[in-house]
């Protein structure tokens, strides 16, 4: 989970973890964080994040807000980002949470060997002949096969190297795994207002759209698809004539969004 770590003069005041979808900053008591400095506006900034990404936006603040010494208006936040208001500074943390992709893929790929497959090993073993050490051998060479079949029906390719003693065992070929198709890339096109016809690529991990104060969603793109989420104002957006909940609602090709009363189709370009 991302947190804020509030400063001023190099000392640190409190740590802030981002845990709601929209963080509030501002000299007023209503904000998520108050600063009660008058270089602070009443209702300073928001920090919107969704599932695993923040962004700042300046609410139109009188003295503005910097983010690594430069004045933004929306900054989509990484690690270690420094917003500055005034003299009191909060450092953008994202903790890594999530299990490692490497680690995941050796999880779902590890094997077991039932003490079925073991026994007719063991039987098999048997009925080559021999004792002692030839038969040992042999019990070690009839179960390396037996755990190259079950590689080979759970769709894996790796399989335990056999002893330096023993005769090499038929290669077992590996199925080929297909690649993953890419995420196709999303676009809206505008159907109504001033700039109907228009078309915006949504090649970025955030868009937002709408009007501030009125209302205001992001769109963002992930590895799952594209998903839309409320950020400002009394109504949601709609999808499809009906408003959208609280959490991200994901979006579908030629979906009809509206959002400050801006209608819009949603698409995947081929």
């Known amino acids: 989970m ?6 001023m003069d190099g000392l640190v005041l409190k740590e802030i973890p981002l845990s709601k979808e929209r963080t509030t900053i501002g000299r007023k008591a209503h904000n998520d964080i108050q600063i009660d400095n008058l270089a ?5 900034a928001v920090i919107v ?3 695993n990404d923040s962004f700042m936006e300046d609410l139109g603040s009188t003295n503005g807000t910097l983010v690594n ?3 933004v208006k929306k900054h989509f936040l990484q690690n270690n980002d420094v917003i500055e208001l005034g003299k009191y500074k909060l450092k953008f943390i994202q903790e890594a949470g999530a299990q490692p992709a490497a680690a995941a ?12 497959a073991m026994k007719a090993a063991a039987e098999q073993a048997r009925a080559m002949g021999g004792g002692g050490a030839q038969a ?12 190259g079949t079950a590689a080979q029906a759970a769709g894996t390719s790796e399989k335990p190297a056999a002893p330096a003693a023993a005769p090499a065992a038929a290669p077992v070929a590996a199925p080929a795994v297909p690649p993953k198709p890419a995420q196709p890339l999303g676009a809206i096109q505008l159907l109504s207002g001033g700039n109907a016809g228009k078309e915006l690529e949504l090649s ?10 009125v209302q205001v969603a992001v769109l963002t793109r992930r590895p799952q698809g594209y998903f839309i989420t409320h950020v400002e104002g009394t109504h949601r957006p709609t999808v499809n004539g009906q408003a959208i909940g609280t959490s991200p609602h994901a979006l579908k090709d030629h979906d009809l969004v509206e959002i400050a009363g801006i209608k819009m189709e949603f698409f995947f370009k081929s």
């Open 49 to 51: 994040t969704i599932l």
């Open 69 to 71: 010494g430069n004045p």
């Open 105 to 116: 893929a050796d999880f779902e790929k590890t094997m077991v060997l039932r003490p079925s």
């Open 2 to 7: 991302a947190k804020l770590i509030l400063s």
């Open 136 to 147: 040992a051998q042999a019990a070690r060479q009839a179960a390396l096969q037996a755990v």
């Open 204 to 213: 970025k991990p955030l868009t937002t759209l709408g009007k501030p104060g």
């Open 40 to 44: 602070v506006s009443g209702e300073h």
